[in-house]
């Protein structure tokens, strides 16, 4: 489901002196074209690069490539004159241009430089623009927790400014939409719609129909959300006759979009296909792929609704190919769950379950991403509330030290020596807190940064979860559901049986990994070590893993000598030689060697599993012998897939067990990892 976020307002200011209505994108192209013969020395004033800025505007969603042209020349100009609104009209729009390439980070550039501009004028309106393209920016870039911070600093500067023209108004209420859109994204409808609501209480303080209309049709495509069809409808129909009449084509076709999901959920499948065929008809036009994309999926599903399975396949693809292009997770999850459906439908069981499966695994990816997101909005609406704070008590001070002024101006000198004292005596006391404070404030940055290495820890576990475990367990379940339901027959539910067996004996191995590897980060891992022999280790390793081994043809020699012995716990040390044999396996070609060697010292016996794979690279060696846990998965010479756990099991098991681990290799032809083990002391 996506939502119309609004990139700047000018297009309003524009529209409320009928520009818009007045001259359209031919006539205003000839002025321009008039204009551009004049002499650079006439080309540098103000009417010529408003008129240039105005030309750009009338290209939102229409072609890229005038916006981008046209608005570097208005910059180049501007900067020339020193035409400061000039400049900060330019950035916006090349803002917008690089945002709707995927440019996000240029982007942002081009609003902060348009931001500071802004600031320098002390003009609320640019201020309020600025800060609204920032948050807008932000969103698409996915921080969330820049963009709401962005958002309220905006809302925060044009609330306490008491008088505010119409045109301030109108951003004011812009910037409380996109707010609302964001939180709507992180599937928090009714924040959302309070904000949209605030927005159109302040439309209704200006005379700006389009405003007003636009505000409706996302308070509309939220209320899809929420289920409140009737009053969805209501709104969208009222958008839609604005749009129309302004002639608004971009905006139409988002609510044309709209008012159709509306119609699919209420089943009134013939009247939504005429409302996207039409919605679709002005895309056409319109270069805004992120909601045509969302558009072909809505047209799918109704299709499918209407039982159409051909032509819902049609579109569903077209707009799954159209995603993948815009990276977009959200429209490529919708768009699989519509393909897993047809295929079901048609009874074409492989191409539902591959669709399933996607369909899944961009769900849990989504799910784990926007419960983030919506974290990072709430830690920057709380950050942002503790920075308003802070500036009360900076004011507060500012205002008694002008007070302290009065007084010291207009008393005696008994008072004076009295305020010094105190004075002086106070700024001890304030050095003494500041002393206190930056060590406290040390304190938390050291925590923060080892809390923010915890939570990568924690993100990447879950990940591991997510798509190592999740995945082919989901594709268990779903072939017993399909057999369950009768929808395929026992012998071809076998014909899986191969593939499953393989993926449930990874995800075993996987599971026992992550059951130590979890004990040891919650808990710590207790060593109970005991005299063991250490050939018997790569022996038991060896014969576990020998299917695997055979499977590749690859050759296992156990040369630990019989007499060898080290004092250690048994059950660490079997999973660091089940894990580095697993490992040499992975990575070396068919008809490969695996050698298994000790050699004795003094205190301890040192280990080498030695391999003829694909060897690691310096910089690879390098991240495994780090402090830091990694989750580098990489496949096989087989395509074997891993979590990249093992190896971090075993520095962990190896350092518990006194021993250390270091590695030797050579790309293309071959890897040795050493480790030592202590004998008996």
């Known amino acids: 489901m996506n939502y119309r976020l609004f990139i700047t307002l000018f297009c309003l200011l524009i529209c409320s002196v009928s520009f818009c209505q007045k001259q359209n994108i031919d006539s205003l192209y000839k002025i321009v074209a008039q204009q551009k013969k004049l002499p650079l020395a006439q080309k540098k004033d103000t009417s010529y690069i408003n008129l240039l800025n105005r030309y750009v505007l009338s290209n939102y969603y229409i072609s890229n490539d005038t916006i981008k042209h046209y608005a570097e020349e208005s910059l180049k100009l ?25 440019n996000y980070k240029e982007a942002i550039k081009y609003a902060e430089r348009a931001l500071e501009k802004a600031m320098a004028l002390n003009q609320l309106k640019n201020i309020l623009i600025a800060y609204s393209n920032l948050a807008t920016f932000y969103e698409y870039s996915g921080d969330i927790k820049k963009s709401v911070e962005a958002s309220l600093k905006g809302i925060s500067m044009g609330e306490n400014e008491a008088k505010k023209t119409e045109t301030e108004l109108l951003y004011l209420g812009l910037i409380y939409e996109n707010l609302g859109i964001t939180y709507g994204m992180q599937q928090e409808f009714k924040k959302a719609l309070d904000f949209l609501y605030k927005a159109q209480e302040i439309n209704k303080h200006t005379n700006s129909e389009l405003a007003s209309a636009q505000t409706l049709s996302n308070i509309a495509s939220f209320q899809l959300k929420t289920k409140e069809y ?93 995603a993948k292009e815009l990276n977009s997770f959200e429209d490529i999850k919708e768009c699989s769950e519509t393909l897993y459906k047809v295929y079901k439908r048609k009874l074409d069981f492989e191409h539902a379950l591959f669709y399933y499966e996607q369909f899944k695994s961009y769900n849990d990816s989504i799910f784990n991403n926007e419960n983030t997101k919506s974290i990072a909005a709430h830690e920057a609406q709380m950050s942002f509330i503790a920075m308003e704070n802070e500036l009360r008590l900076d004011n507060q001070k500012q205002h008694n030290k002008q007070r302290l002024f009065m007084y010291l101006s207009t008393g005696g000198v008994i008072i004076l020596l009295t305020v010094l004292f105190f004075t002086q005596r106070s700024r001890k006391v304030e050095r003494k807190l500041n002393g206190l404070l930056a060590n406290k404030n040390h304190e938390l940055k050291k925590r923060e940064q080892e809390l923010q290495s915890l939570n990568e820890t924690k993100n990447k576990f879950f990940s591991v979860i997510a798509h190592d475990l999740r995945a082919p367990i989901a594709s268990l379940n779903s072939l017993i559901d399909l057999l369950k339901d009768n929808q395929i027959s026992p012998k071809d539910f076998m014909q899986f049986a191969p593939k499953l067996s393989e993926q449930v004996k990874s995800v075993s191995f996987t599971l026992n990994n992550l059951l130590v590897w979890g004990q040891a980060q919650m808990k710590g891992a207790i060593s109970n070590p005991v005299e063991s022999k250490l050939g018997a280790f790569a022996k038991d390793s060896s014969s576990l893993l020998k299917g695997l081994a055979h499977k590749k043809d690859i050759t296992i020699n156990n040369k630990i000598p019989d007499e060898a012995k080290v004092f250690v716990d048994e059950d660490q040390v079997n999973m660091v030689f089940r894990n580095l044999i697993n490992n040499a396996i992975k990575f070396t ?54 979590t990249g756990l093992g190896l971090n099991l075993c520095k962990e098991m190896i350092k518990k067990n006194k021993g250390k681990l270091w590695i030797e290799s050579t790309v293309n032809k071959g890897t040795s990892f050493f480790f030592t083990l202590p004998k008996r002391s």
């Not at 501007?78 to 609104?85: F, G, H, M, R, W």
């Open 230 to 322: 009737a009053k969805g409808i209501e709104n969208i129909e009222k958008s839609i006759l604005t749009f129309k009449e302004l002639g608004f084509g971009d905006w139409l076709a988002y609510a044309l979009k709209v008012k159709g999901q509306l119609y699919v959920e209420i089943n009134k499948y013939e009247e939504a296909l005429d409302i996207f065929m039409q919605s679709l008809s002005l895309y056409e036009k319109i270069e805004d792929k992120r909601e045509k994309t969302s558009l072909l999926n809505g047209i799918a599903k109704t299709y499918n609704g209407m039982q159409e399975y051909d032509l819902a396949k049609i579109y569903a693809e077209e707009g799954l190919k159209s």
């Open 589 to 642: 070609p068919t008809n490969g060697i695996i050698e298994v060697l000790a050699t004795e010292n003094d205190s301890f016996w040192q280990v080498e599993v030695r391999d003829s794979g694909v060897g690691i690279s310096q910089e690879e060696i390098d991240s495994i012998l780090s402090n830091k846990t990694q989750f580098n998965s990489t496949y096989g010479t087989d395509n074997e897939k891993g």
């Open 78 to 102: 501007s900067e020339a004159i020193d035409y400061k609104s000039g400049e900060i009209e330019s950035l916006i729009n090349l803002g917008f241009y690089e945002s709707e390439i995927g």
